[in-house]
């Protein structure tokens, strides 16, 4: 099967029509068709001044029993098929309400299984649920930009874990099949958590393998990697992370720096969190601050902006410059990381 024919296949409205048939619900419609067809010819025949027009608009109503009353046959004939079109309707009309309601339990009952595909584009896909995944998805929706982005979960869990609309959930492990599901060709960032319920070394040898198959099937994917131990970052290189985030390493530096410095992890705390506080924003540099000294673009921004810069990377995905020094120099196309309590709109 092609590419595109799979894509078809997810279509809400495609998957609609293929429930439909499968509960040979087309053949009531043929049914429904014909029966409007010869009670429209019949009450045309038998009712005086009823064009086929006309008794078809009859037919309509009838049937759906909203009975307007601006057409009411007078023969006994006319009556007769009015009679069995009002009790066809009863049981045709509760037979479609049935069949779309049951349709509709059976989307939502496997979308909360993580039976579905979905074929978002520029989304977001969770690979694993732990505590880490809860913490993630929380600050995804505190931020305005992210409230309601689509966020595809694979994980190898039973539901759903959460209620949240813009959660959709594929069950099972992180494979081919199942990112191709979560339609990973599209996906603008993937990140991989570590499976609590392998150890150490096994958790970081799946979330490696995992990086390799997200970045051969897209490899422009944004991929951002949770690891256990810091020995297994090398590896993670080579299947082109493009950040890398050794969970118990930043905990112990953290924790290390606050010992030596009382206060640092509240500001840390702050600046990571968007619920409350300064945040942490990349901006691209403005082109009239290109090639102009690092100290200037520093103050423009701190006095204007009421903005810290902290960093500059190189592209949108280059090298990171930490506290640049007051005389580097910036090209167009570069980005500054700052800190301030909205992000700041450059016009």
Same mark, same amino acid.
């Given at each position: 099967?092609?590419?595109?024919?799979?894509?078809?296949?997810?279509? &809400?409205?495609?998957?609609?029509?293929?429930?439909?048939?499968?509960?040979?619900?087309?053949?009531?419609?043929?049914?429904?068709?014909?029966?409007? !067809?010869?009670?429209?010819?019949?009450?045309?025949?038998?009712?005086?001044?009823?064009?086929?027009?006309?008794?078809?608009?009859?037919?309509? !109503?009838?049937?759906?029993?909203?009975? @307007?009353?601006?057409?009411?046959?007078?023969?006994?004939?006319?009556?007769?098929?009015?009679?069995?079109?009002? $009790?066809?309707?009863?049981?045709?009309?509760?037979?479609?309400?049935?069949?779309?309601?049951?349709?509709?339990? %059976?989307?939502?009952?496997?979308?909360?299984?993580?039976?579905?595909?979905?074929?978002?584009?520029?989304?977001?896909?969770?690979?694993?649920?732990?505590?880490?995944?809860?913490?993630?998805?929380?600050?995804?929706? =505190? +931020?305005?930009?992210?409230?309601?982005?689509?966020? !595809? $979960?694979? =994980? %190898?869990?039973?539901?759903?874990?959460?209620?949240?609309?813009?959660?959709?959930?594929?069950?099972?492990? #992180?494979?081919?099949?199942?990112?191709?599901?979560?339609?990973?060709?599209? *996906?603008?960032?993937? !990140?991989?958590?570590? %499976?609590?319920?392998?150890?150490?070394?096994?958790? +970081? *040898?799946?979330?490696?393998?995992?990086?390799?198959?997200?970045?051969?099937?897209?490899?422009?994917? @944004?991929?951002?990697?949770?690891?256990?131990?810091?020995?297994?970052?090398?590896?993670?290189?080579?299947?082109?992370?493009?950040?890398?985030?050794? =969970?118990?390493?930043?905990?112990?530096?953290?924790? =290390?720096?606050?010992?030596?410095?009382?206060?640092?992890?509240?500001?840390?705390?702050?600046?990571?969190? #968007?619920?409350?506080?300064?945040?942490?924003?990349?901006?691209?540099?403005?082109?009239?601050?290109?090639?102009?000294?690092?100290?200037?673009?520093?103050?423009?921004?701190?006095?204007?902006?009421?903005?810290?810069?902290?960093?500059?990377?190189?592209?949108?995905?280059?090298?990171?410059?930490?506290?640049? &020094?007051?005389?580097?120099?910036?090209?167009?196309? +570069?980005?500054?990381?700052?800190?301030? $309590?909205?992000?700041?709109?450059?016009?």
């Amino acid at each position: 099967m092609e590419k595109s024919e799979r894509m078809r296949t997810k279509s &809400p409205l495609r998957r609609f029509w293929q429930y439909l048939k499968h509960e040979k619900f087309d053949r009531l419609l043929l049914f429904i068709l014909l029966l409007l !067809v010869v009670s429209s010819i019949a009450v045309s025949f038998l009712e005086p001044g009823i064009s086929l027009i006309n008794g078809f608009w009859w037919s309509i !109503v009838t049937l759906t029993t909203v009975g @307007y009353g601006d057409i009411s046959p007078a023969t006994i004939g006319g009556r007769v098929i009015a009679v069995i079109l009002m $009790l066809f309707g009863i049981g045709l009309l509760g037979t479609l309400s049935a069949t779309i309601a049951s349709f509709l339990i %059976d989307l939502k009952l496997k979308e909360n299984r993580g039976m579905s595909s979905f074929d978002f584009e520029n989304h977001i896909i969770l690979c694993e649920w732990n505590h880490q995944a809860r913490t993630v998805l929380q600050e995804l929706r =505190a +931020d305005p930009h992210t409230a309601e982005a689509p966020i !595809v $979960l694979i =994980a %190898d869990i039973e539901m759903k874990p959460v209620d949240d609309d813009d959660l959709h959930f594929i069950q099972g492990n #992180v494979t081919d099949e199942t990112l191709e599901r979560g339609n990973l060709d599209r *996906a603008k960032t993937v !990140v991989i958590l570590g %499976d609590t319920s392998l150890d150490d070394t096994s958790r +970081d *040898a799946k979330a490696v393998l995992t990086t390799l198959t997200v970045e051969s099937i897209n490899p422009d994917a @944004y991929t951002i990697v949770e690891l256990e131990n810091e020995a297994n970052v090398k590896h993670c290189q080579r299947a082109n992370a493009n950040e890398i985030i050794v =969970a118990s390493e930043l905990s112990s530096n953290l924790m =290390a720096r606050a010992a030596l410095n009382h206060g640092i992890s509240k500001v840390i705390s702050e600046v990571l969190s #968007v619920k409350s506080g300064n945040e942490l924003y990349k901006i691209p540099l403005p082109a009239s601050m290109a090639q102009r000294p690092f100290i200037e673009i520093f103050t423009e921004m701190k006095q204007t902006h009421r903005s810290t810069v902290i960093a500059a990377q190189k592209g949108n995905e280059g090298e990171v410059i930490s506290n640049p &020094p007051v005389n580097h120099r910036l090209e167009q196309g +570069d980005y500054l990381i700052v800190m301030a $309590l909205d992000k700041p709109q450059m016009g």
